[in-house]
């Protein structure tokens, strides 16, 4: 069965730095991954995904992700970042056995002026 | 389009009382699902639906029911609630069933169970 791992609970950044939110995953097969965003009191918004292609995925907002097969993770980027970056943030995998989707426990992003 | 819409948005019941949580789509998707959200646990998968009149569970469906009588609307009912259902419940849509389609998600129902 396919997991997902976040290993950080609480990512600190000072705005206008650069910001890395940390997954890795466990699949059978190729992974297909997918990043969400939830600010305070929201459902969750699609960010990116990766399917096939380009390591180097670009969403919303400026963010993206590059996807590491060897590592088998698929990090989340910012160059900059912006206080209302501050919000929690999801890794997801599925495999392509087309089973549903798995989320990972999030990440909270405080991005401070 | 409203996207995908859920009532009530908050709710508060009483150990052993039943109430269905509704979600409605409107964007003729296929794929429904019902996920429970905990502090320090993510989103967990209770139910979804593949089409009309095909549901299957998920992670943790044990005192929920669901059913899909039409594409639009996905309700999910608590049987009995327990305190132990006290989370966070969002209802998600996506165009196809295929493993590369997006989630739509809904705002949310907060549920306190007493």
């Keep these: 069965a396919q997991s997902v791992a976040q290993p950080e609970d609480q990512v600190n950044v000072a705005e206008g730095n650069p910001l890395t939110v940390k997954c890795t995953y466990s699949v059978s097969g190729n992974p297909y991954l997918f990043w969400y965003v939830q600010y305070p009191n929201r459902g969750l918004q699609f960010l990116l995904k990766y399917i096939t292609g380009d390591n180097l995925v670009k969403g919303s907002y400026g963010f993206e992700a590059e996807f590491n097969k060897s590592q088998t993770s698929f990090h989340l980027k910012k160059p900059s970042a912006l206080v209302s970056d501050s919000a929690l943030y999801f890794c997801a995998v599925r495999d392509p056995g087309n089973t549903p989707l798995v989320f990972g426990k999030g990440t909270r992003l405080s991005v401070i002026a | ?114």
């Design chain 2, 1 to 114: 389009n409203a996207g995908v819409t859920q009532t009530p948005k908050f709710q508060v019941l009483k150990t052993g009382q039943s109430m269905t949580l509704q979600c409605a789509q409107d964007m003729n998707h296929e794929y429904m699902s019902w996920y429970r959200q905990d502090p320090g646990m993510g989103l967990r998968l209770i139910h979804y639906s593949v089409g009309a009149g095909i549901t299957d569970q998920g992670e943790v469906p044990n005192g929920y029911n669901v059913s899909r009588s039409t594409t639009e609307d996905f309700p999910l009912r608590l049987l009995s609630a327990a305190p132990s259902q006290t989370s966070v419940y969002f209802c998600a849509s996506s165009l196809r069933t295929g493993v590369t389609d997006t989630q739509y998600f809904g705002p949310g129902t907060r549920l306190t169970v007493l």
